[in-house]
């Protein structure tokens, strides 16, 4: 079934919306993969805050021109499914956790940062751990020397015998 005209600017500017919010775009190859499991792999994209789309190559490399994607215009053949996210690895990451377990998904390439990637890129890329993991760390390195003072003035104060019961107190407030 084709579309008239207006149909294919609505999918246009639909698509042209998206790019112009997301960061990363990853494009996979869906030949051969079932119906259940395309409904699987979009439930699991729509968990994760990803759009993914089954366009034509013309439509979306006409969506994507003028945008940081446009660099991935070339690579627009056959038939893919795009996923588009704002946030940086959430595109990279679903494509890639269901193409370990569907051999039928072939990652094509990608783009972040108006730069192209190639399936090690968008695979690296789906390596990188999440904003909340990361945020998670950077807060464990910054805790880390303040309760490891907390200890040693601890162990100080308990050495000295006079203030064994204000050190684990002490190491509580410092940690806190």
Avoid: H
Avoid at 92 to 121: E, H, P, Q
């Amino acid at each position: 079934m084709s579309l008239n005209r207006s149909e294919k600017q609505a999918v246009i500017d639909e698509v042209t919306g998206l790019a112009a919010k997301a960061q990363t775009l990853v494009m996979a190859e869906y030949r051969g993969i079932t119906v259940a499991d395309m409904t699987r792999l979009r439930s699991q994209a729509r968990d994760k805050g990803v759009n993914l789309s089954v366009l034509k190559n013309t439509l979306a490399r006409r969506a994507v021109a003028g945008s940081a994607f446009e660099v991935v215009s070339d690579q627009m053949t056959g038939p893919l499914i795009y996923g588009f996210s704002t946030d940086a690895v959430a595109a990279a990451k679903v494509v890639a956790d269901f193409a370990k377990t569907n051999d039928k998904l072939v990652i094509r390439g990608g783009a972040f940062a108006g730069k192209s990637l190639d399936v090690n890129g968008v695979k690296q890329l789906a390596n990188i751990p999440s904003k909340e993991v990361l945020l998670a760390q950077l807060c464990g390195l910054l805790m880390s020397p303040m309760s490891r003072t907390a200890v040693v003035l601890g162990a100080l104060a308990a050495k000295k015998g006079g203030g064994a019961a204000d050190a684990p107190a002490a190491a509580e407030a410092v940690a806190a």
